[in-house]
């Protein structure tokens, strides 16, 4: 029974820097990160890192995976996954394993594919497979409609 309560308090905290709050320095931290307000200083994280619509960082930032819905000035950094939300951009070079970028989100800078580390992909999250799901359906649709046209 006590060792669950002392397994929760060491359990990693997600940070978040809030809506008009300014930080600057270095930041490390082992959990995921979330920036609404603005943060100047490089970022290391072993966890995610989001950028929010009204979230900037003057930064490089390291990480496992990265959203963007923000605005990023720097260079990236993820054996992970990069997205670039239609509200990101971001003005920099990145390296990362996966990158998508939405209709409407903006890349200025060079990219470089690299392969993960373990040569194992991440799965999906649950709304990223739906969202599959429903591109393939439209796929499938259009394919069979084509086909009985021609």
């Known amino acids: 029974m006590f060792k669950e309560k002392e397994n929760k308090r060491l359990s990693a905290t997600d940070t978040l820097i809030g809506q008009g709050t300014l930080s600057e320095g270095k930041m490390i931290c082992d959990a995921n990160l979330r920036i609404e307000g603005e943060h100047r200083g490089d970022i290391e994280c072993k966890g995610d890192v989001i950028i929010g619509e009204c979230g900037i960082a003057r930064s490089n930032i390291s990480a496992r995976d990265i959203t ?19 509200s990101g951009h971001l003005t920099g070079n990145i390296t990362a394993h996966t990158l998508i970028i939405q209709d409407g989100g903006m890349l200025n800078g060079n990219c470089y594919m690299v392969h993960a ?34």
């Not at 605005?71 to 054996?79: A, E, N, Q, R, S």
């Not at 580390?117 to 084509?146: M, V, Y």
């Open 68 to 86: 963007v819905a923000g605005k990023i000035f720097g260079d990236i950094l993820t054996m992970g996954r990069l997205i670039i939300t239609p």
């Open 117 to 150: 580390q373990d040569g194992k992909n991440r799965p999906l999250a649950e709304s990223e497979t739906s969202q599959l799901h429903n591109k393939d359906s439209i796929t499938k649709d259009s394919k069979e409609k084509s086909l009985q046209a021609g």
